[in-house]
């Protein structure tokens, strides 16, 4: 565990590589098991040791499984991104290790139990071995409490809370008659010698200087700056009295960018060069977390992003915090517990009322206490007031709507329906969203009328299986 948290937080950051890679995964392999085998009944370590093993082969050697993960530790984590890397099954043997560490600690207790019942004296206290031995393992287990309270949340802290990786941001360019090199934070540098066109990966010296502005050499009334705080670039063809815009990032791409790199410094150009070339003149860009904007000689503007990058940086790169949509999936969810509750109710034959009641209690909970984050006009302390409530009335309107769901005689046929079609609620209104984020469609507004058109269509349809699975008469209704 301590290797663990001291590898992730300290020494990946200092020697990213092979060896810190596989170290992280095998440290993770022994605790992992461990953890697992709190969840399941009585003695499970077979299975926890079995159950972690495969579910790491699975998500190491498929995408499907990487993606599986990604999702589930945003779950516990935050926006997380876990790679499917065959070569991470190198660390499969700590299981062998994770197994020996168990059995050494139960023959560790069980030879403190065989030494309680054959240890004799003249003390009254020691004359009855059974009643020592249970007096002692009762002690044990008293003492082992604080350590059990103590480790497995740091085990959890350490499986969990990866530091957040250091991801490549370009923040300078320098440019003469032969190279332009643009040099990155958390990365290499790059070279290019054939003005923008094709770029190769060095190791260079960090410079804070930034240049937010240059003229053209040969050519001093046309000029170029970086836009403070945006992704934008201006140009003047007056020596610098006017500008006018000569690139700004589109307002789907910036919200894509927003939405990723929520949390980091780096969202905006942050220096540029010029440079002669037969026929014209380009402009290099160093834009930020998005890498490298170029202007060609013809005039065309074009985002590079991070060229040249090997594999192992590619996979830095690939690492970079999932687009931040949690408000749609809070509505998707929300949409698809609204039909599930509601096609339960439907087919109640006793407590409709109440259960509705609390059916919109719950629901009105969820929305409360996932939107969190959204209520920005409320100060601190009123925010945690309203997401401590969400969360208490979700958990009580849940909670008491399975209770009437079961005393009230829920029909199979409609909660079966209401349990197959929520899925395809959430479905309908997430994916669009989903599939937005990777830029198909571009258009947020595109996005947003192909859920509201399928979540339509979802729900009427539910709704008419729902009524369908009803019977035409209920004289025990209500």
């Known amino acids: 565990m301590i290797v663990l948290l001291v590898n992730d937080h300290l020494l990946k ?17 022994l605790v992992a098991p461990a953890l697992l085998a709190l969840l399941l009944r009585r003695r499970a370590d077979l299975a926890a040791t079995v159950l972690t093993g495969v579910l790491f082969a699975v998500v190491k050697s498929t995408e499907t499984g990487a993606e599986a993960a990604s999702h589930a530790w945003t779950l516990v ?59 002692r393992r009762a002690w044990s287990s008293a003492g082992s409490r604080p350590r059990i309270f103590i480790t497995v949340p740091l085990a959890v802290l350490a499986v969990t809370a990866t530091s957040a990786a250091a991801l490549p941001t370009a923040h300078s360019v320098e440019a003469d008659e032969k190279r332009i090199l643009v040099h990155v934070w958390n990365g290499s540098s790059r070279l290019s010698t054939d003005g923008g066109v ?3 990966e060095v190791t260079t010296d960090q410079v804070t200087s930034r240049q937010r502005a240059r003229c053209v050499a040969g050519q001093a009334t046309r000029c170029y700056r970086v836009v403070p705080d945006r992704m934008a670039v201006e140009q003047s063809d007056d020596g610098g009295t006017t500008w006018s815009p000569s690139w700004a990032m589109g307002e789907n791409d910036m919200e894509r960018l927003n939405r990723t ?16 070339r037969p026929g014209g003149h380009v402009v290099v860009v160093a834009n930020g977390l998005d890498g490298i904007l170029v202007r060609d000689v ?17 996979a830095e790169a690939a690492e970079a915090p999932a687009m931040d949509l949690s408000i749609e999936q809070n509505l998707a969810i929300f949409l698809a ?12 034959r006793r407590f409709q009322r109440v259960y509705t009641g609390f059916a919109a209690v719950g629901c009105l909970g969820f929305f409360a206490a996932a939107g969190d984050a959204d209520w920005g006009l409320l100060d601190a302390g009123l925010t945690a007031g309203v997401t401590a409530l969400g969360v208490v009335a979700t958990v009580v309107g849940v909670v008491v709507c399975l209770v009437l769901a079961f005393a009230g005689q829920a029909r199979p046929a409609t909660a079966a329906v209401s349990a197959l079609a929520a899925p395809f609620v959430y479905a309908s209104v997430y994916l669009p969203f989903r599939a ?28 008419s299986l729902i009524k369908i699975s009803l019977p035409r008469t209920d004289p025990d209704g209500l």
């Open 198 to 200: 094709t770029w190769s």
């Open 436 to 463: 937005w984020s990777v830029g198909v469609p571009d258009a947020y507004g595109v996005a947003v009328a192909i859920a509201i058109v399928l979540t339509a269509l979802v729900l009427v349809g539910a709704v």
């Open 261 to 276: 790199y929520s949390s980091l410094d780096g969202r905006y150009s942050m220096a540029l060069a010029t440079q002669t």
């Open 298 to 314: 013809d005039g065309k503007w074009r985002r590079v992003g991070w060229p040249g990058a090997e594999a192992a940086e590619a």
């Open 337 to 348: 517990a609204c039909l599930l509750f509601g096609g339960i109710g439907a087919g109640l």
């Open 77 to 135: 984590a935050g926006p997380s991104r876990v790679l499917a890397d065959p070569t991470d099954l190198l660390a499969l043997p700590a299981l062998a290790l994770a197994w020996w560490v168990r059995g050494r600690s139960l023959h560790a207790h069980s030879a403190t139990d065989d030494s309680d019942v054959t240890t004799g004296g003249s003390n009254p206290a020691v004359t009855h071995p059974r009643g020592r031995s249970r007096l």
């Open 13 to 29: 950051q200092a020697w990213p590589g092979f060896l810190t890679g596989k170290l992280s995964d095998a440290a993770g392999l």
